[in-house]
């Protein structure tokens, strides 16, 4: 029977948090968002002279008509961010002149690829944004890797690499940019058996702050490759393609199980323990979704049958102690399987898409955060008990299998050693934007207490404390000399850039 997502949210009492399941946006936005004021009034307007002339796509700047839309992130409490000008490229020349343009007028300059950045880093105030929407191709070669622009979505990948029987392993949410996703390491539903997304990468090509385009891999500019895998987006230059080894498209078995309000702590306890003695093709996370008393889900899926997966299941609710109130298993298709966790199932491919990355961006506003499950927790009831009461959706990804193989120091993800990565994560709307905020600071807080201060670049936090350590543990100082090294200027600079550490 082919599993209908909504149906089951909705008889979990999950419809809520539908969206947030597979992390993905639930608030269609198709008009223009309402300019606080003049748009760019706030900041001093910087002029670039002679960039428009030199690039294919538009320069988009707050005196022109598609600026509103043009700025736009993925989340709406971003909307009244006044960039000084959208640079809309589709060569890498024009990133090339934006460099040059940017250092010309000493400007900050930020790349933008899916717009998802958690802090708005990739449309900053008073910057030039480097809009690599139009670097989007993807092409599979005959041996199996896959050459991707800068500026494509995960759904558009999945389509692509499905439709020629490949996989990247890669994040769930359709209109994730590869190029954010990938610099800080990339975590998906096949990860623990093919990896990070960064792990994939065979090279990458970028334009650093001299404005020479440099494609880096082990054995050209090798510090720079090892920096790109993990060291987070912003920080060194701007990637214009990168070329990944992809695997064969497996089959896959999805798979939700749902435990009733009360059974957080007997659920996190049987799961963190199960997890890490699962084989690789087995994925799972476990949701926890706040309230009085918390409830949650273990998501996730198989690499091969129903029949091969149902053993594991029987011996994770084993470890539990009680049956889950709800429990759904589904083969598909590797193309098939990624919809299913983008919230396509049940959408044409160019519906999807558009959604994704169209006119009918599907986004949402929400603040969140991330600790790093560095261990099974002795007491899982102390986690559960940070979100009894609260209004949060909590993702708990499991780490381990092919991403512990590779150590902390090969690239420069440094959590590869963690049981999970925990992200906290709240719906908001501009006017709870911070109480929402509030609420998220203290939840990460008291996280901070149980499971430490490790914390994932992709999900940015720009009030964490310790943030560089937090990101990057020991790796900091080499990222640090990759940063001073290719770009000793600090043209790529933002509040948390490694630079700033
Ligand atoms: C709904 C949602 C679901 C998510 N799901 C997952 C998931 O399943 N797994 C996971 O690991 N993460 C996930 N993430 C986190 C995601 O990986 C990060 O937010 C990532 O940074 C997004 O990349 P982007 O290109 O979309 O964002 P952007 O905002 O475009 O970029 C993020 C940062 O990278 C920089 N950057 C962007 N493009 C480039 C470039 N070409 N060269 C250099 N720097 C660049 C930007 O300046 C910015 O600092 C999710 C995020 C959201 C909002």
Known sequence: MPLNRRAFLHAAGLSATAAALTGCGGAHTTSPPRASGSAGAAHKLIGFPGLARKLSGPLVTP??????????????????????????????EDVQACVAAAAAAGAPIAARSGGHSYAGYSTPDGALVADLSGLSSVLVNADGTAVIGAGARLIDIYTA??????????????????????????????????GLTCDRLVSATVVTADGTSRTVS???????????RGGGGGNF??????TFDTVPAPQLTVFLLGFPAGAVPDVLGGWQDWIISMPDELSANCHIIGGSPPSCTVIGCYIGSARGLNPLLSGLIGRIGSQPTLRTVAEHGYLDGMRY??????????????????RHWNREAFVASSRVLTAPVADPAQISSVFDGRTVFV????????ISRVTSADTA?????????????????????AAAASSVVQMRDQLTGVVGGGAYVNYIDHT????????????????????????????????????NS
């Open 395 to 402: 993702i708990i990804d499991g780490l381990g299998g092919a």
């Open 341 to 358: 966790f983008a919230g396509c199932s049940a959408k044409s491919a160019a519906e999807c898409h558009d959604q994704a990355s169209g």
């Open 63 to 92: 005196d022109k008509p598609g600026y509103h839309l043009a700025r736009r992130s993925f989340n709406p409490l971003f909307d009244n961010r006044t960039p000084a000008a959208i640079a809309q490229c589709r060569r890498i």
């Open 161 to 194: 690499l499905g439709g020629a029987g490949r996989c990247l392993p890669a994040g769930t949410c359709p209109s994730v940019g590869i190029a954010g996703l990938t610099l800080g390491g990339g975590v998906g539903v096949v990860s623990r058996k093919y």
């Open 237 to 242: 230059g701007i990637v214009t393609s990168l």
């Open 413 to 433: 993800f440094p959590h590869r050693g963690a049981l999970a990565l925990m992200q906290i994560y709240l719906r908001t709307s501009p006017a709870d934007r």
């Open 218 to 228: 082990a054995s050209a500019d090798p510090d720079l490759f090892w920096a790109l």
């Open 464 to 499: 964490l404390p310790n943030w560089a350590h937090a990101y990057y543990g020991d790796n900091l100082t080499r990222l640090r000399q990759a940063a001073q090294r290719y770009d000793p200027d600090r043209l790529f600079t933002f509040p948390q850039a490694i630079a």
